[in-house]
């Protein structure tokens, strides 16, 4: 990154949001942290279905999104790929999702939208996650699961799920990115 691109640069030390990062992965969720990234993501397959979380260090994704989902993976049906993004962190790359992807969508994070050939079908905005538990959360995106996905879950065992660890903490806390 070009030292003087300042408005791409993190807003977060990466350290301090990899927990949040770890919570997905640890789901099964890929990373996309460059625009190829998301291309290859979402214009792959014309017959998968794609979750995408737009993660973030806000309190009702730390709360309820990211759990949320994490228990909605433990669903039988699940999507065929599971990738996520970092608002704030990835700024580049997720200003082309937000253009390319979702300009029907005002800008939100956390968000899920489960997308088929490039073409988002199911959209859950932060307006629709505030205030709502992991488990409300988990029961939302379950029946979309069952509407349209087929691939069988869980995302990972339930062994390893129980031993999963949500860390919810206020994102006034997390040291903003000083650069390098």
Same mark, same amino acid.
């Given at each position: 990154?070009?030292?003087?691109?300042?408005? %791409?640069? /993190?807003? %977060?030390?990466?350290?301090?949001?990899?927990?949040?990062?770890?919570?997905?992965?640890? $789901?099964?969720?890929?990373?996309?942290? +460059?625009?190829?990234?998301?291309?290859?993501?979402?214009?792959?397959? +014309?017959?998968?279905? $794609?979750?995408? $979380? &737009?993660?973030?260090?806000?309190?009702?994704?730390?709360? *309820?999104?990211? /759990?949320?989902?994490?228990?909605?993976?433990?669903?039988?049906?699940?999507?065929?790929?599971? $990738?996520?993004?970092?608002?704030?962190?990835?700024?580049? +790359?997720? =200003? %082309?999702?937000?253009?390319? !992807?979702?300009?029907?969508?005002?800008?939100? *994070? /956390?968000?899920?939208? &489960? !997308?088929?050939?490039?073409?988002?079908?199911?959209?859950?905005?932060?307006?629709?996650?505030?205030?709502?538990?992991?488990? =409300? &959360?988990?029961?939302?995106?379950?029946?979309? !699961?069952?509407?349209?996905?087929?691939?069988?879950?869980?995302?990972?065992?339930?062994?390893? !799920? *129980?031993?999963? =660890?949500?860390?919810?903490?206020?994102?006034?806390?997390?040291?903003? %990115?000083?650069?390098?």
């Amino acid at each position: 990154m070009d030292k003087f691109d300042i408005q %791409y640069r /993190p807003n %977060y030390d990466p350290h301090s949001v990899q927990y949040m990062r770890d919570e997905l992965t640890a $789901v099964g969720f890929s990373e996309c942290l +460059t625009l190829d990234d998301i291309d290859r993501a979402l214009l792959k397959s +014309t017959d998968e279905t $794609v979750l995408l $979380v &737009i993660n973030s260090v806000c309190g009702c994704a730390a709360g *309820s999104a990211r /759990p949320g989902v994490a228990m909605a993976l433990q669903h039988r049906v699940i999507p065929d790929r599971l $990738v996520t993004v970092f608002a704030g962190m990835e700024k580049k +790359t997720v =200003e %082309y999702l937000r253009q390319r !992807f979702l300009s029907d969508f005002l800008p939100s *994070s /956390p968000l899920f939208a &489960i !997308f088929r050939s490039g073409q988002a079908e199911f959209v859950m905005q932060r307006k629709d996650i505030v205030n709502k538990s992991p488990e =409300e &959360i988990a029961g939302l995106l379950t029946t979309v !699961f069952d509407r349209m996905c087929s691939k069988a879950g869980p995302s990972i065992s339930p062994e390893e !799920f *129980s031993k999963l =660890e949500n860390i919810a903490m206020c994102s006034s806390n997390i040291p903003k %990115y000083q650069g390098s």
